[in-house]
């Protein structure tokens, strides 16, 4: 008799469990922003303050409506990274997600990749919410980086 009372609730107190946090629990998923606490300043930059945010006149350079995310690209290789951005493009069709690339004449100059996205070699993705607020660093040429990015956005629209 005594293993029957066991068993029962041994049965009985995952089912509670599951019962309980399916009645009162949320699962809900955020992204944290990046460059919220001081951190590292890049050399050669003017000093930022914290919480960090891109100023509105860069964002200006870079149009995208107010409702949704943004993504740069800093790079213009032509191998890996090219069929992860073409991924990255078909993947956010019904996503609020403006994609941009950097024109070719800025990558020369990386005052702006370093200074302003404070991006780091070698990330050449930098998303971005629509306050300016950097929200992710990605490699474009890394599948992984670009799983995590497609993750992310998710996560940041809630289409999960």
Partial sequence: ??????????LLLPIGIFLFLKIFARNEFDVQPLFVEKGETQIGCFPITYPYAVPDSVLNLYPFP???LLL??????????DKQWTRLTKSFQS????????PAHELKNPYRRKCIFLLQEPLDLVL????????????S??????DRLITEVTILLKKY
């Fill in 1 to 10: 008799m005594k293993k029957v009372v066991y068993l029962f609730i041994a």
């Fill in 66 to 68: 107010g409702d949704s």
């Fill in 72 to 81: 740069i690209r800093f790079d213009d290789k032509q191998d890996e990274s």
């Fill in 95 to 102: 996503f609020r997600i403006t994609l941009k690339r950097t």
């Fill in 128 to 139: 971005l919410d629509t306050k300016g607020v950097v929200r992710g660093q990605y490699l």
């Fill in 141 to 146: 040429s890394d599948r992984e980086d670009v």
